[in-house]
Nanobody, 122 residues
Framework: QVQLEESGGGLVQAGGSLRLSCAAS????????MGWFRQAPGKEREFVAA????????YYVDSVKGRFSISRDNAKNTVYLQMNNLKPEDTAVYYC???????????????WGKGALGTVSS
């Protein structure tokens, strides 16, 4: 059974940092993009960041560029999202995702994680 499991969410003050991890099990996601989406209360799920297998292609939504960084460790089948200089508007449930071709739209997602809540207080 293929699973994606997030960890690392929590509560942080504005300006602080969180690091999310997503461990994939059940298969190796060769040739898959992996990434993160988020959904804030009352809003639609939106793309945050994505990375290809080699790490040579990385994409970010404009609102997080310069603050968030996505990376992956293929030996551990894990993808990370380092979130710095967090703002209250970053508060959301963050979902790990696997799919393609470039994973910037929820319709491109083949597998979803269950989500991890990140809360940023002002």
């Amino acid at each position: 059974q293929v699973q994606l499991e997030e960890s690392g969410g929590g509560l942080v003050q504005a300006g602080g940092s969180l690091r999310l991890s997503c461990a994939a099990s059940g298969r190796t996601f060769t040739n898959y993009f992996m990434g993160w989406f988020r959904q804030a209360p009352g809003k639609e799920r939106e793309f945050v960041a994505a990375i290809n297998w080699s790490g040579g292609q990385r994409y970010y939504v404009d609102s997080v560029k310069g603050r968030f960084s996505i990376s992956r460790d293929n030996a551990k089948n894990t993808v990370y999202l380092q979130m710095n200089n967090l703002k209250p508007e970053d508060t959301a449930v963050y979902y790990c995702a696997a799919g393609g071709p470039i994973l910037q739209n929820p319709r491109e997602v083949d597998i979803w994680g269950k989500g991890a809540l990140g809360t940023v207080s002002s």
